[in-house]
């Protein structure tokens, strides 16, 4: 049996991993099924659109870095109605809650701002206070934390979110 540079790459990195062996038992396990495997390939495709854009530059808008560098300055959560009231006169579209929902959103699916909810609103902060808010309502730690949980709390993206961990290890 021949075995392709791409396998054979797979194998090393797979033996030279701390994690390696779990990696390689869950794949066997999936491929060994097709229904199985098929699902996997599919969500692969979605892993590989998400790494892709890893490394791309996050550009933002001129608002987008006006209501970034504001939460930045104010150094708490605010809510949308909040930057709202304080940044409407400077930006008049931001002047509406919507727009600055919509602005801060935008902040947080780029991983520049997370989320958190408290009651009914919700608050919009830099991601290391979001992820340390959100290990403190889960009560956990870093170490053991579940980082794809806390991504869909905060509404951060995931490598946001393994990043904030990693720097809190």
Known sequence: MVRSENIEKLAGLLSAD?????????????????RKRNIFVVKLDEIKKIVSKLDREIKLSTLESAVKKF????RQPLTAKEVSEELGEQYPSLGHRTH????????????????IKVGYSV???????????CLKRRDEEPERCSSTQIAAETGMPINVVL???????
């Open 18 to 34: 701390e994690y390696g062996e779990e990696i390689a038992e869950a794949l066997v396990a999936i491929m060994a099924e097709e």
């Open 123 to 133: 608050y919009f902060t830099e991601p290391r206070e979001a992820v340390m808010e």
């Open 100 to 115: 600055s929902s919509a602005t801060l959103n935008s902040l947080v699916s780029k991983g520049q701002l997370g989320k």
């Open 71 to 74: 939460i930045q300055a104010k």
């Open 163 to 169: 990043e904030v961990i990693g720097g809190l290890l």
